[in-house]
Nanobody, 123 residues
């Protein structure tokens, strides 16, 4: 399987925006997701998207983040707006070998992972 490759991380002030991308050739018909992990904390779900494009979000990012994918470009995106310092962390793109994500998303179920891209939000 071709590796997942994230890009688009960086440093931004609170209230700002970033768009993350994940090159995901061969994964477009899988459940895909974005996860994040800050130092000393557990990895947590940010957003998921099913093979049919239906989406789910963690409560902490609802209304601020948008997950999408472009099947022609084989790319997964995460548009992050109104960023907060608590959004800081390493962001990972991941794929689960099923068309639909589980109702309860658990990071350990995901089969493929990118190397991560760092997002830092300063106050």
């Amino acid at each position: 399987q071709v590796p997942l490759v994230e890009s688009g991380g960086g440093s931004v002030q609170a209230g700002g925006s970033l768009r993350l991308s994940c090159a995901a050739s061969g994964y477009m018909n899988y459940c895909m997701g974005w996860f994040r992990q800050a130092p000393g904390t557990r990895r947590e779900e940010v957003a998921t998207i099913n093979g049919d494009g239906t989406r789910g979000y963690a409560d902490s990012v609802k209304g601020r983040f948008n997950i999408s994918k472009d099947n022609t470009e084989n790319t997964l995106y995460l548009q992050m707006n109104s960023l907060k310092p608590e959004d800081t962390g390493m962001y990972y793109c991941a794929a689960y070998r099923n068309y639909y994500c589980r109702d309860r998303v658990i990071w350990a179920d995901f089969d493929y992972w990118g190397q991560g891209t760092q997002v830092t939000v300063s106050s």
